[in-house]
């Protein structure tokens, strides 16, 4: 009853209406009386004539309310807020800082809850308007603009309809010079940014676009600079840039395979590594999936992991949790295949004592992979066959002949270690 009654005092035109709005602003906090207030008669259509007034005071108050409602997670709360996404789109170019800053996190809000508020920005032009609003001066706004965009570009029609809007737009060569001055400029700006390139990286298969910008390049120099921080002490937040930065190079060098053949990504990629390694071990994962997409096909960076003697680095990483092990021993295997050579400078490291104790460990695609590694180093060096056999590893591989998905790679192992050398 009390909504109806500020809503009426609204229509009326009557007492206060700005502690009017506030107060309604203060009631559609609740859940319910959100959707109580959108089912009544006007509502909407009031909201949107106060949300349009030229009086300012009482424009930011009904945009405080709208703002309200956006948080709503019933999609027909977003949909009955359809008639003012057009006015929402039109006061991003205003002059108000607070109106602009609470029209786009409205906009990321109804963005998130619904398609059909989706399909009826796109033609109303949200894209070039956030092409715009992305050459603010002003943190705050960047960052809104950051936050509709990445909501937008996680939509499960992004692929298709978005992501290639977003693509001819001026966006994306706004977008990677904000990512890449995070550490002077704006974190948060940044932070959102880097994760719409991750969208856009991971969900688009033809990345030309970012190439020619020099994303590569662009974000290995960034990973160098974040990395440089480090031994001064990280920065606040600086874990939350690290990640999608990570992720974008690891997916667009995955994609192309081109990467510049600068050494000091590696070590920049261990630095990370040590500093994040206690507090953030999600990252752990995240570098050696770079150092994995590094290494693959590359025998430039399996042989600077050498040179730069980053090796036992590397091993420490095998006991740090189930992902690291397969990934660490994933890219130890990308320099095994490399030949006769780097097997020699890894089994240098005693790295077989290394291996046994994870032959015994419960989970399968972790042998899996130390078996594949076992494989390409008795391959390149039959007299690591013997060292193996003398260290007990027969027992270990023992085991696993009963193992359905690992007992042909056990018993193949098994073979070679029964060969006498030079056989």
Known sequence: GQ??????????????????????????QNEETQQHFVGLDGSIRTLTGLFTSSLGELQLEAARCLHELSHSSVPAVAEACLPVTSYLL?????HSLELTELCLYTLGNLVVESEAVRKQLLPQGII???ASCIQSPHEAVLEGVGYVLSQLLQAKEAPTDIIPLVLDSLLPQHMLPLVCSGLKAAMGAAVEFAWCL?????????????LELGAVPALTSLLLDLASQIPQGAPEGLELLVCPV?????????QTGCQGQDGRLLVALFLILQCFL???????????????????????????????????????LLTCSQMATVLALTVLCNVAEKGVLQCRRLLQQPLLPQLLPLLTLPHPEAVGQCLELLHLLFLHCPEAAADFTRQG?????EQHQSTPELQERAQALLDMVRQPPGA
């Open 3 to 28: 909504v109806l009654e500020l809503l009426r005092g609204l229509q009326r035109g009557s007492e206060d209406r700005k502690r009017s709005l506030g107060r309604l602003r203060w009631a559609l």
């Open 90 to 94: 039109t006061y991003l170019s205003g």
């Open 128 to 130: 070039p308007v956030l």
């Open 198 to 210: 991750h969208y856009i990286i991971c969900r688009h298969e033809d990345n030309v676009v970012l």
């Open 246 to 254: 990570l992720r974008c190079l690891s997916n667009l060098l995955a």
């Open 278 to 316: 206690q507090e953030q071990p999600f990252l752990v994962q995240e570098c050696l999936w770079l150092l994995n997409n590094l290494t693959a096909d590359d025998p430039f960076f399996c042989s600077a992991l050498l040179s730069l003697d980053l090796l036992p680095a590397l091993l420490q």
């Open 393 to 397: 590893g027969h027992q270990a591989l």
